[in-house]
């Protein structure tokens, strides 16, 4: 490899625009803070991400404009090895000093695997892996063949929690790992006001409003904070539940356990992909943000609830709770229904205004360019 330290160029490997999600946001505002830096970059994203019977969305796509002052290409068939080895070769063709490529889901693996391994061919290129998952969620046949498959690629690991750190030690990957907190999303607009953003939600300005937002899955919990939603302290005293976003799996369980808890009355469903131009009026309405996870790495969610400064509540499962601080930017619960009724309680009788306060100063060291800086610097150590 060369020994120049210095990246002129770099490849962003992973969704983005036309695909929506958390990663694909992420990666276009990573490139975007490296452009402002004069970093020459390019994103390579899919031609088809997931095959139909794979998705348990309605749509992979956004249906907004692709976002300004980035050059994305769309090169990868996550499902054709004819397709990884031409990708590869062109990207060895283009000699970036740096890929950075994103990992979620050991499914990837097979293709990003082959695609980085020809593309390091030419002897000048390094990759640099931001791990979301290392040891996906929900468990599948594979998933370790796949990911030590593709980890064979990668020169480094950047993670975003200790549990992702503390995964990759233990599928004995022996890349140099460094810790770089997610940052703050800065690029979806300012709060709304409460009274507007509560109208077009039909949510009265006494109501206390609890927010779960993302798509949902087993491992988040919806049914435990459903169940907490029950608690008679709360089931009748001026609580709702708002929860925005897309079922990922049967819908009808959750429909039939807010019926047996007699809870219809204040849970509010939006079953969609909220679009980046909605979300501010999700997080302006709400009073609190709740993860009630059983499991998970880091979240996506955080760094939104900071953004529009809005307190949360998360259990205390994998790195949720690294990036607030209990009692000063939310509280803790553990993954239990009961636990996240009482969290909710103590919560309101603090009030939201006890924790806004906070949110604002500590919000200020998950910056963008921190993480552009700990990349680079990941960068130079390989060198």
């Known amino acids: 490899m060369?020994?120049?330290?210095?990246?002129?160029?770099?490849?962003?490997?992973?969704?983005?625009?036309?695909?929506?999600?958390?990663?694909?946001?992420?990666?276009?505002?990573?490139?975007?803070?490296?452009?402002?830096?004069?970093?020459?970059?390019?994103?390579?994203?899919?031609?088809?991400?997931?095959?139909?019977?794979?998705?348990?969305?309605?749509?992979?796509?956004?249906?907004?404009?692709?976002?300004?002052?980035?050059?994305?290409?769309?090169?990868?068939?996550?499902?054709?090895?004819?397709?990884?080895?031409?990708?590869?070769?062109?990207?060895?063709r283009k000699k970036p000093d740096l890929i950075v490529v994103r990992y979620w889901l050991p499914f990837l693996g097979p293709a990003f695997g082959t695609i980085l391994r020809?593309?390091?061919?030419?002897?000048?290129?390094?990759?640099i892996c931001i791990a979301d998952n290392i040891i996906p969620h929900e468990k599948r046949m594979g998933d370790t063949i796949?990911?030590?498959?593709?980890?064979?690629?990668?020169?480094?690991?950047?993670?975003?929690?200790q549990q992702v750190v503390?995964?990759?030690?233990?599928?004995?990957?022996?890349?140099?790992?460094?810790?770089?907190?997610?940052?703050?999303?800065?690029?979806?607009?300012?709060?709304?006001?409460?009274?507007?953003?509560?109208?077009?939600?039909?949510?009265?300005?006494?109501?206390?409003?609890?927010?779960?937002?993302?798509?949902i899955r087993h491992y988040k919990g919806l049914d435990l904070l459903l169940e907490a939603m029950s608690d008679?302290?709360?089931?009748?005293?001026?609580?709702?539940?708002?929860?925005?976003?897309?079922?990922?799996?049967?819908?009808?369980?959750?429909?039939?356990?807010?019926?047996?808890?007699?809870?219809?009355?204040?849970?509010q469903i939006h079953n969609k992909f909220i679009s980046e131009k909605d979300i501010t009026l999700y997080f302006s309405a709400a009073d609190v943000l709740v993860q009630p996870y059983r499991h998970a790495t880091q979240s996506g969610v955080t760094p939104l609830s900071y953004h529009f400064e809005l307190p949360m509540i998360v259990t205390n499962v994998g790195g949720l709770t690294e990036m607030m601080i209990d009692g000063l930017t939310g509280l803790v619960a553990s993954p239990s229904s009961n636990s996240i009724a009482d969290t909710l309680i103590a919560y309101f009788e603090k009030g939201k205004e006890y924790f806004q306060a906070n949110l604002a100063k500590e919000k200020q060291q998950y910056s963008w360019v921190s993480m552009m800086e700990g990349i680079v610097s990941t960068f130079q150590k390989l060198h």
């Open 146 to 161: 796949f990911t030590h498959y593709f980890s064979g690629s990668i020169d480094a690991f950047i993670a975003m929690s």
């Open 118 to 127: 020809i593309a390091k061919w030419n002897k000048h290129t390094r990759v």
């Open 166 to 215: 503390k995964d990759i030690h233990t599928l004995k990957l022996t890349q140099p790992v460094t810790l770089l907190h997610h940052p703050i999303f800065d690029h979806f607009g300012a709060k709304t006001n409460i009274l507007l953003a509560r109208k077009h939600l039909n949510l009265a300005l006494s109501d206390k409003v609890i927010l779960f937002f993302g798509f």
């Open 2 to 92: 060369d020994n120049n330290k210095a990246i002129t160029n770099i490849i962003f490997m992973g969704p983005c625009h036309p695909y929506r999600g958390g990663i694909a946001s992420f990666t276009e505002r990573l490139a975007k803070e490296f452009n402002q830096h004069g970093y020459q970059t390019e994103l390579v994203t899919f031609t088809l991400q997931y095959p139909s019977i794979l998705f348990p969305g309605k749509t992979q796509y956004v249906d907004n404009p692709a976002p300004e002052g980035l050059n994305i290409k769309r090169m990868i068939n996550s499902v054709n090895p004819f397709n990884w080895m031409l990708t590869g070769l062109k990207l060895m």
């Open 232 to 267: 008679p302290r709360i089931k009748n005293n001026g609580y709702k539940l708002l929860i925005a976003g897309e079922f990922y799996e049967d819908r009808n369980q959750y429909d039939a356990l807010i019926e047996n808890l007699q809870i219809t009355h204040i849970v």
